[in-house]
């Protein structure tokens, strides 16, 4: 979390370093940047590095260190240790891989010491695919320059897939997928039970594929939750099902679809989500996608709507330039973005960027500029 504060807004960047390196064994990257400070922030130094070390052929332990505070009040830093061990001779010739890792987080501030732990185990081959993990977070869990999605919850899941080939002339495959998901408090309370079912996937030998999906869950809700502006959803225990089907065409086409529909109970309501993608492959320099996505939700304490739409323009006259545009609008935020990127390649490691971030505000009679960003980056590899 280098240059953005709590609300999203820009902390700038006095100065920046990072340094890269590998080897045949192990790996180095390290970062450094000073901010200035801005708003509610102070100046803060703040520092990144990470260290890997191959073991055998295909394993590898590692360390990682962070320290500073985005909000530059106080001192934190974050150690965290990772092991990975990876084979492709279980029972003869089958992937197997195992991880483990640890993370401690300490803060001059009150309430920043805590940890998280967390294994996965993973049998990833073509026909039977298994994986399962656990992970561990304390309340006080705060690794002040990354990212935590909940604290003081313990969480379990997996992903169970079995994808039978058949390769004959109309079918080349099936698919059939379990993923359970449990989290709970530090005392073993429910928070979130889901359980996602694919009872029926097919990939034809034309690489078009199709399937129905169907979704258990139970969320436990302690405090009033606020799912949109003026609807709140009153603290209690919510079990729900949903059930979908896609359908998603070969992107070997020129033109390719995706379309999902997905129906059924939402905590104490219901919710409707239909998605389409449209993708024009029109040449090789040229490709164009459209993306709508619509969400009716309805609620005893209220309905609403939300509608997404994303447009993608890829140009690409040469393999070593590409001009890409990114526009996106919904109608909650009502806010239009534009991400315009020129990438090219003046040598292999060595490439300029030019990239364009525009901003307007929908919610008046047109649109009214917001923000308006240019930014200019050349990289510049040195082998030694």
Same mark, same amino acid.
């Given at each position: 979390?280098? @240059?953005?504060?709590?609300?999203?807004?820009?902390?700038?960047?006095?100065?920046?370093?990072? #340094?890269?390196?590998?080897?045949?064994?192990?790996?180095? @990257?390290?970062?450094?940047?000073? $901010?200035?400070?801005?708003?509610?922030?102070?100046?803060?130094?703040?520092?990144?590095?990470?260290?890997?070390?191959?073991?055998?052929?295909?394993?590898?332990?590692?360390?990682?260190?962070?320290?500073?505070?985005? *909000?530059?009040?106080?001192?934190?830093?974050?150690?965290?240790?990772?092991?990975?061990?990876?084979?492709?001779?279980?029972?003869?010739?089958?992937?197997?891989?195992?991880?483990?890792?640890?993370? =401690?987080?300490?803060?001059?501030?009150?309430?920043?010491?805590?940890?998280?732990?967390?294994?996965?185990?993973?049998?990833?081959?073509?026909?039977?695919?298994?994986?399962?993990?656990?992970?561990?977070?304390?309340?006080?869990?705060?690794?002040?320059?990354?990212?935590?999605?909940?604290?003081?919850?313990?969480?379990? *899941?997996?992903?169970?897939?079995?994808?039978?080939?058949?390769?004959?002339?109309?079918?080349?495959?099936?698919?059939?997928?379990?993923?359970?998901?449990?989290? $709970?408090?530090?005392?073993?309370?429910?928070?979130?039970?889901?359980?996602?079912?694919?009872?029926?996937?097919?990939?034809?030998?034309?690489?078009?594929?199709?399937?129905?999906?169907?979704?258990?869950?139970?969320?436990?809700?302690?405090?009033?939750?606020?799912?949109?502006?003026?609807?709140?959803?009153? $603290?209690?225990?919510?079990?729900?099902?949903?059930?979908?089907?896609?359908?998603?065409?070969?992107?070997?086409?020129?033109?390719?679809?995706?379309?999902? #529909? !997905?129906?059924?109970?939402?905590?104490? @309501?219901?919710? *409707?989500?239909?998605?389409?993608?449209?993708?024009? =492959?029109?040449?090789?320099?040229?490709?164009?996608?459209?993306?709508?996505?619509?969400?009716?939700?309805?609620?005893?304490?209220?309905?609403?709507?939300?509608?997404? !739409?994303?447009?993608?323009?890829?140009?690409?006259?040469?393999?070593?330039?590409?001009? $890409?545009?990114?526009?996106?609008?919904?109608?909650?935020?009502?806010?239009?973005?534009?991400?315009?990127?020129?990438?090219?390649?003046?040598?292999?490691?060595?490439?300029?960027? !030019?990239?364009?971030?525009?901003?307007?505000?929908? !919610?008046?009679?047109?649109?009214?500029?917001?923000?308006?960003?240019?930014?200019?980056?050349?990289?510049?590899?040195?082998?030694?």
């Amino acid at each position: 979390r280098i @240059g953005l504060d709590d609300e999203g807004q820009e902390v700038p960047l006095l100065g920046a370093a990072k #340094l890269t390196t590998q080897a045949e064994r192990y790996s180095l @990257g390290l970062l450094g940047a000073l $901010t200035e400070a801005t708003g509610d922030y102070d100046q803060a130094v703040l520092f990144a590095g990470r260290y890997s070390h191959n073991i055998g052929e295909r394993s590898d332990v590692g360390v990682i260190w962070t320290h500073g505070d985005p *909000d530059g009040v106080g001192t934190a830093d974050t150690i965290g240790l990772d092991l990975n061990l990876r084979t492709m001779d279980f029972l003869d010739d089958r992937n197997l891989q195992w991880s483990l890792s640890g993370v =401690r987080s300490t803060s001059s501030e009150e309430g920043g010491d805590g940890s998280f732990v967390s294994t996965r185990l993973a049998y990833p081959n073509d026909q039977v695919d298994l994986e399962a993990g656990a992970s561990y977070v304390d309340e006080d869990f705060d690794p002040k320059l990354g990212f935590v999605r909940r604290r003081g919850v313990k969480r379990y *899941d997996a992903d169970l897939a079995w994808r039978p080939r058949l390769n004959g002339e109309l079918v080349r495959r099936l698919f059939f997928e379990l993923e359970p998901v449990l989290v $709970t408090d530090l005392d073993n309370d429910l928070q979130t039970a889901e359980v996602e079912l694919q009872p029926f996937g097919v990939q034809l030998e034309s690489d078009d594929r199709m399937g129905v999906e169907l979704s258990f869950n139970e969320e436990v809700l302690d405090e009033d939750f606020e799912i949109a502006e003026g609807i709140v959803i009153p $603290t209690g225990d919510y079990p729900f099902t949903r059930g979908g089907v896609y359908v998603r065409t070969s992107e070997k086409r020129p033109l390719s679809i995706r379309a999902e #529909l !997905a129906l059924g109970e939402f905590f104490d @309501g219901e919710r *409707d989500d239909v998605e389409l993608e449209l993708e024009w =492959r029109a040449s090789g320099w040229l490709q164009m996608a459209l993306e709508l996505e619509r969400n009716a939700v309805s609620l005893p304490e209220g309905d609403f709507t939300v509608h997404v !739409a994303q447009l993608q323009l890829g140009l690409y006259p040469s393999p070593d330039l590409s001009w $890409t545009q990114y526009l996106q609008y919904d109608d909650v935020s009502e806010e239009l973005g534009l991400n315009s990127r020129v990438w090219w390649i003046l040598r292999p490691g060595s490439d300029f960027y !030019a990239v364009l971030n525009q901003g307007w505000d929908g !919610a008046g009679d047109g649109l009214t500029p917001t923000s308006t960003r240019l930014t200019f980056k050349v990289g510049y590899t040195l082998r030694l």
